[in-house]
């Protein structure tokens, strides 16, 4: 279990396709399972980039820049 870096809100995990910092308790952008692990987006738009490329974002080949 990570640490988190604020002690309010939820657990926190990166949005693998922004690098943002996501609240898992309430992911504005939903969940997505991907080979046994759950990942969290910032907005709908990186959820959906994520499912058609996960691998690209998953190796850093792909970023999205905000
Ligand atoms: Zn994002």
Redesign the pocket.
């Known amino acids: 279990m990570r640490i988190p870096l604020f002690s309010k809100g939820g657990k926190r995990e990166i949005?693998p396709?922004?690098d943002?910092q996501v609240d898992t308790g309430k992911p504005p952008?939903g969940s997505f399972e991907y080979q046994g692990t759950t990942y969290y987006?910032?907005?709908p738009g990186?959820n959906r980039a994520f499912q058609r490329e996960p691998e690209a974002y998953l190796s850093g080949e792909k970023k999205?820049q905000?």
Do not use: E, L
């Open positions: 949005d396709v922004c943002m952008g987006f910032c907005g990186c999205i905000m």
